[in-house]
C-alpha cells in the first residue's frame, strides 16, 4: 500500500500478494485518542477506542493520511436503563389509576382483576430486568455471543462509533462518522411467529375481525386517550403552581406581575379545557357508567343496520367501536358539558376581578381575555366592585380556590373515563398485547440507545457549524439506517423488528439543556407515545447554541431505513422466497426521505438552500434512488449507496446494521470508506482494493470481531461469499469462523 513512513510503524503487515499493508501504528489507549475527539464531553459517552493509522496514494501520487477509530458507547446500558426505569413508572401509574376506578359490575371488576394481575407481573419482570442492568455497573459492550440473554435483551448489540478522519492534500480534514449496532430485534423472544410488523398486523386484524367484538375503541382512540391523560398530569400541576404566582403578585400589589402571572395561568388554563373537548371524552364517560353497578343502557347502543338487546347487569354492555357517542337516556350528558365549562367560566371570572382590580388602582386598562372559542362569561356587574390595593389577595383566593376545585372535578372524572379505555383495550387482548409491548419495548430501547449516541456525537462535531445548527431546530434530523439483512428464515422477523422500531423512533424529541454538574448523561422523559431526551452539554459549549435551542425547543428526527440482503440466505429468497418485506419498507422509508427533502428545501434560508444547491444535486440523487427501488434487481448495493451519499449531503446520521454489526456490517463500512477516499479525496484507482483488503485485515473492524466471537475471523466461508457481490468479500486468510 505504499511505503510506510520512518519510525513510525509498531509492526508491518503483508498482505498475500505481497504488498506493504498501510497500518503505520495501532493504538488503544484513550490518550492517543486527540484533536476534536479528545473531548471530555465525547469521553463522557465513549469508551476503549481502537485507532489504526493508513497512509494511502492519491490519484496524483500525493499521500493522504487516514485515522480509523471504532469506540463504544456506554450509552448501551444507560439509555436501557433509563427507558425500563421510565416503563415502570408508567405502568406503576396506570396500574393505580386502574385500582381507583371506582365500583364496577361484577363483569368489569373481574376483567380489572385479571388485567392488574398480569400487568403487575409485567412491572416485576421489567423490575427483575433493571435490578440485573444496574449490576453491569460501566458496561458498554454487549457482544453479538450474548444477542440471546434475556437479562441483557434490552441493550443494543455491539454498538460502536465507526469514524474515519481524512488528512488530504486536496481538502481541509474531514470527518466521516457511522454508528454500526446489530439489528433492533428481540432475540431472546424468538421468531418462529414472525417480528413485530406481522405481529401487530394480525393483532389489530383479530380485533377488528374476531373475538375483540366489545372493544369500544380503535387504537388510535386508544392512543388519544393516553395522550389526554397525560396533558391532563402535566398540566394539572402547572395551573395549579402559575395560580399560586398570581396569588403572591397580588400579594406583592404589582399589576405587571399580575398581568404577566394571569397571562401565563390564561394559556395554560385554555389548553386544559381545550384537551376535554373531545368526542372520546364524553363517549368514555358513558362506558364507565354502563360499567358501574345499575348503570345499565335500557336502550343500548347499535351499529347502523342492527338492533340492540337489552344487557343483563353482570354481563358487559355491547360494545362497538367509537363512530358515534352511545345515547343513554338516564346519563346525563349536558353535567359533563356544565362541569367541563365551570373550568373556563372559573378563570373569566378571575380576569374580571384582575381587571377591575387594576382598573380601580389606576394602573392600566383592564386586560381582558376570554374562554375557551373566544367566548367570555363575564360577572354579574354588581359582583364586582373596586377594591383597595391592600384586598388583592383576599379578592383573588375564594376565586383560585373555585378554579382548583372545578379543575379537580374535571380530572376525577376525565381520568376515571379515560383509564377505563386503556383497561378495555388491556382487557380483551391479554397477554397477547402485553408481550407485544414487551418486544416493542425491546426492540425500541435498543434503537432508542444507538439513536441517542449517534445524535451527541453528530451534535459535538458539528457544534460550530450554523448551518447544521439552523438545520436542527428548523427542519430536523435525517437519520438513515442501512440494513444488510436477507428476507429469508428468522431475518425476516429480524427486519419486521427493525423496521418497527426505527419507525418508532418517531416518537422521539431530543432537547438541549446546559448541564449543571460534571454529569452529563442524558435523560428521557415522557411516555410510550412521547419521549424527549434530554441532552446535557457543558456551560461553555451550551451558550454556543442559537437562541431557539438553548431556549428549550425540541429538536425532532427522521429515521428512515433501506435494507438490502447480501448473503446467500437472499439469493434463497430471490429465487425460490419472497422479497416483497423487503421491497415495500424501501419504498415507504423513500416517500419518508422525500418528504424530509421537501421540509428541507421549504424552511431552510433561501440564501443558504441556492449555495446548498450548487454544491448538491439531491434531486438527481433521489431520482436515481427512486429508480434502483423500482428496478427491483437483485441484491441492488446501489440502492444503499446512495441513501447513504443523500444522509451525508443533508447532514445526517448513518446507522449500518446486520444481524449482529460484526461481518456484513465491516464488509460494508470497510467499503463505504475506501468509496469515499476514492470520490472525495483522489484515492489512487489501482489502489482501491487493495485499501480495501487493508482495511479489513487489520483494520478496526477485524478487531470488532475479536471483541465479540474471540476469533480473529469473519463468520463466512467460501460457498456463502460467491452469493456476495464482489466488493462485499474479505481477503484470503480473514474468514471462516462459524456464526455468532
Not at 471530555?40 to 485507532?51: A, G, I, Q
Not at 394602573?363 to 364586582?384: F, H, N, Q, R, V
Not at 459535538?460 to 434530523?477: K, N, R
Request: hydrophobic fraction near 35%; include cysteine.
Amino acid at each position: 500500500m505504499g511505503e510506510i513512513e520512518d519510525g513510525g510503524a509498531d509492526h508491518v503487515t503483508t498482505d498475500v500478494q505481497g504488498q506493504k499493508c498501510a497500518l503505520v501504528c495501532e493504538c488503544t489507549a484513550p490518550e492517543s485518542v486527540s484533536g476534536k475527539d479528545n473531548s471530555p464531553f465525547l469521553n463522557s459517552v465513549l469508551k476503549n477506542p481502537v485507532c489504526k493509522l493508513y497512509r494511502f496514494p492519491t490519484s496524483d501520487n500525493k499521500w493522504m493520511r487516514i485515522r480509523e477509530q471504532m469506540s463504544e458507547s456506554i450509552l448501551s446500558f444507560h439509555i436501557p436503563k433509563e427507558l425500563i426505569s421510565l416503563h415502570i413508572k408508567e405502568d406503576l401509574c396506570r396500574n393505580q389509576e386502574i385500582k381507583e376506578l371506582g365500583e364496577l359490575s361484577p363483569h368489569w371488576d373481574n376483567l380489572r382483576k385479571n388485567v392488574l394481575s398480569h400487568c403487575d407481573q409485567m412491572v416485576n419482570m421489567y423490575q427483575d430486568i433493571l435490578t440485573e442492568l444496574s449490576k453491569e455497573t460501566g458496561s458498554s459492550f454487549k457482544s453479538s455471543s450474548s444477542k440471546g440473554e434475556k437479562t441483557l435483551e434490552f441493550v443494543p448489540v455491539n454498538l460502536h462509533l465507526q469514524r474515519m478522519h481524512v488528512h488530504s492534500p486536496y481538502r481541509k480534514d474531514a470527518l466521516y462518522d457511522v454508528i454500526t449496532v446489530g439489528a433492533p430485534a428481540a432475540h431472546f423472544q424468538g421468531f418462529k411467529n414472525g417480528g413485530l410488523r406481522k405481529l401487530l398486523h394480525r393483532f389489530e386484524t383479530e380485533r377488528r375481525n374476531t373475538g375483540y367484538q366489545f372493544i369500544y375503541y380503535s387504537p388510535e382512540n386508544t392512543a388519544k386517550a393516553k395522550e389526554v391523560l397525560s396533558n391532563i398530569n402535566q398540566l394539572q400541576p402547572l395551573i395549579a403552581a402559575h395560580a399560586d404566582l398570581l396569588l403572591n403578585s397580588a400579594s406583592q400589589h404589582s399589576a405587571d406581575s399580575l398581568k404577566n402571572s394571569l397571562k401565563m395561568l390564561s394559556e395554560k388554563t385554555e389548553l386544559f379545557v381545550h384537551a376535554f373537548k373531545d368526542q372520546l371524552v364524553r363517549s368514555a364517560l358513558l362506558a364507565l357508567y354502563t360499567a358501574r353497578p345499575g348503570g345499565v343502557l335500557k336502550k343500548p347502543p347499535s351499529p347502523k343496520g342492527s338492533t340492540g338487546e337489552s344487557t343483563p347487569q353482570d354481563q358487559p354492555p355491547p360494545m362497538r367501536r367509537q363512530d358515534s357517542i352511545p345515547h343513554h337516556s338516564d346519563y346525563d350528558e349536558e353535567e359533563w358539558d356544565r362541569v367541563w365549562a365551570s373550568v373556563g367560566k372559573s378563570l373569566n371570572c378571575i380576569i374580571a376581578m384582575v381587571d377591575k382590580l387594576i382598573e380601580g388602582d389606576g394602573e392600566s386598562e383592564g386586560s381582558g381575555s376570554s374562554s375557551k372559542d373566544g367566548e367570555k362569561d363575564p360577572l354579574p356587574a354588581d359582583t364586582i366592585t373596586s377594591h383597595p390595593r391592600e384586598d388583592w389577595y383576599e379578592q383573588l383566593y375564594p376565586l383560585i380556590l373555585t378554579l382548583k376545585d372545578c379543575m379537580g372535578e374535571v380530572v376525577n372524572r376525565a381520568k376515571q373515563s379515560l383509564t377505563f379505555v386503556l383497561l378495555q383495550e388491556l382487557a380483551y387482548s391479554l397477554p397477547q398485547c402485553l408481550m407485544l409491548t414487551l418486544r416493542r419495548d425491546i426492540v425500541f430501547s435498543q434503537a432508542l440507545a444507538g439513536l441517542v449516541c449517534g445524535f451527541i456525537i453528530k451534535l459535538h462535531t458539528s457544534l460550530h457549524d450554523p448551518a447544521f445548527l439552523e438545520q436542527l431546530h428548523t427542519v430536523g434530523l435525517i437519520v438513515q439506517y442501512e440494513g444488510l439483512l436477507s428476507t429469508y428464515s428468522d431475518e425476516i422477523g429480524m427486519l419486521e423488528d427493525m423496521a418497527v422500531g426505527i419507525s418508532d423512533l418517531k416518537k422521539v424529541a431530543f432537547k438541549i439543556i446546559e448541564a449543571k454538574s460534571n454529569d452529563v448523561l442524558p435523560v428521557i422523559t415522557g411516555r410510550r407515545e412521547h419521549y424527549v431526551v434530554e441532552v446535557k452539554l457543558p456551560a461553555r459549549m451550551f451558550e454556543s447554541l442559537p437562541r431557539q435551542i438553548k431556549e428549550g425547543q425540541l429538536l425532532h428526527v427522521y429515521p428512515v431505513l433501506f435494507n438490502v440482503g447480501i448473503n446467500e440466505q437472499q439469493t434463497l429468497a430471490e429465487r425460490f422466497g419472497d422479497v416483497s418485506l423487503q421491497e415495500s419498507i424501501n419504498q415507504e422509508n423513500f416517500e419518508l426521505l422525500k418528504e424530509y427533502y421537501k421540509m428541507f428545501m421549504e424552511k431552510m434560508p433561501p440564501d443558504y438552500i441556492s449555495h446548498f444547491q450548487e454544491q448538491n444535486d439531491l434531486k438527481g440523487l433521489l431520482e436515481n434512488l427512486h429508480q434502483n427501488i423500482q428496478a427491483k434487481k437483485r441484491k441492488n448495493v446501489e440502492i444503499m449507496w446512495l441513501a447513504a451519499t443523500i444522509c451525508r449531503k443533508l447532514s445526517g446520521i448513518r446507522f449500518t446494521c446486520c444481524k449482529s454489526a460484526k461481518d456484513r456490517t465491516s464488509m460494508s463500512v470497510t467499503l463505504e470508506q475506501c468509496s469515499i477516499l476514492r470520490d472525495e479525496h483522489q484515492l489512487h484507482k489501482d489502489f482501491f482494493v487493495r485499501a480495501l483488503d487493508c482495511m479489513r485485515r487489520e483494520g478496526c473492524r477485524i478487531e470488532n470481531v475479536l471483541k465479540n466471537i474471540k476469533c480473529r475471523k469473519y463468520a463466512f466461508n467460501m460457498l456463502q461469499l460467491m452469493a456476495f457481490p464482489k466488493y462485499y468479500r474479505p481477503p484470503e486468510g480473514t474468514y471462516g469462523k462459524a456464526d455468532t
